[in-house]
């Protein structure tokens, strides 16, 4: 493998990890963004995002000179053997991916690129973008290549470094094998196909990770309707070789930065093409009726009517290990208990010096979260919660009522603590 030039256009998530990785597998990497103030911390090694190595991968490549932070993109990118666009493709009212950020970068590089440059999307991008950025930038000597992601938030740096895929498209073999070949010192096999498959591949693979997570919601459903057990019902799938056994816990809803904005897309792109995709809507369809469950189980628990009630929040990011509030399914009942009048009062370890995340009156102890509660209820599986004196919560609480959404806690372990359980497709036998 020779070392590449590679610049990267965009520090967030994926860019951050995109950078310091490839710069690690013994790549010059420049990573450039407009916020001088990100670039300065970067540039001190101050990552400001939870992932688990990273700050470590940044901090020893930029030591070693084999990655820098720049505000000064366009000298970066003419120097630039290949370019990363790592870019925010926000879902647009129409559910769309939006392709601002993508083709007004493009727009800026397209004289800057030197002859013979490969550019490459990273981010999610729409089906078509590759096509359509190779009219934009209008240059018969640079390439453009898919490369989509395959990052969870929590697992970043291992699945880069340990993916289970490389996927690469290209209209011209010569590119997709140059950007292959990043890849070389990991042990994964890179896939070389056409740009518009590797577009789908990403929106296929979370389109079927939500509709499976909707499944499971609804068999919990089920299983509460009949007396079933949705761990025992679980348990006995992952069983069956031919089902994964990832993606079957039963919980609150699914949400984040990607599977949302994806099933969106995908939607839109089905639809723009004259495709009905009945299977992925209802995924959409029950998710939102899932998250709507956990609202009408606490207002049960409240005789009917939460309005003036005092509602605890265990856990406001979209899953644990992760700072993200993007999309949570904790957010989404958050606001549909305040518009029915409830007053919240939350607790999450990475957002316990905020005053307040969308109506939320955040504290710095789960304690104060359940102090003077009618119930607490239980959103985000932080380990931390799993070992918590629940006599005491119990002791501060109005009420010592738990709507356990993720189905984190033994509910007789509970019972005896003296607190009131309700699971999720799990009834206390």
Known sequence: MDAERVVVIGCGYV????????????????????????????????????????????????????????????????????????LPTPMGADGAADLSAVETVADEVRELLPRGAVVVTKSTVPVGTAMRLTRLLGREDVAVVSNPEFLREGFAVQDFLHPARVVVGAEEQQAAERVASLYDPLDARAV?????????????????????????????????RTGGDIDVVTEGMKRDHRVAPSFLSAGP???????????????????????GFPLLGAAVRANAHHQARVVRKVVDCCGGDVSGSRIGLLGLTFKAGTGDLRESPALAVAR?????????????????????????????DPYLAAEDADVV????????????????VAEVMRAPVLVDARNQLDPRALTREGMIWRGTGRTLR
Not at 348 to 357: F, I, K, L, Q, Y
């Open 192 to 224: 070389l196909i056409d740009p518009v498959s590797a577009e789908l591949v990403k929106y296929a693979a979370n389109g079927f990770l939500a509709t499976k997570l909707s499944y499971v919601n609804d068999l919990a459903e089920l299983c509460e």
């Open 377 to 392: 209820v239980l959103l985000t599986d932080w380990a931390e919660f799993a070992v918590l004196d629940w006599a005491k």
């Open 336 to 364: 549909m208990l305040s518009d029915l009048g409830a007053r919240l009062r939350g607790y999450d370890p990475t957002c316990a010096e905020r005053s307040e995340v969308e109506r939320i009156r955040c504290v710095a």
């Open 15 to 86: 860019g951050l990890t995109t950078g310091a990785c490839l710069a690690r597998l013994g790549h010059d990497v420049t990573c450039c963004d407009v916020d001088g103030d990100k670039i300065a911390k970067l540039a001190r090694g101050e990552v400001g995002i939870r992932e688990p190595d990273l700050d470590e991968l940044v901090s020893e490549a930029v030591a070693a000179g084999s990655l820098r932070f720049t505000r000064d993109s366009a000298r970066a990118v003419a120097a630039a053997e290949i370019l990363f666009l790592c």
């Open 253 to 275: 809803g699914w949400g984040g930065s990607c599977l949302p904005k994806d099933t969106a897309a995908l939607l839109h792109t089905a639809d723009s093409a004259g495709v």
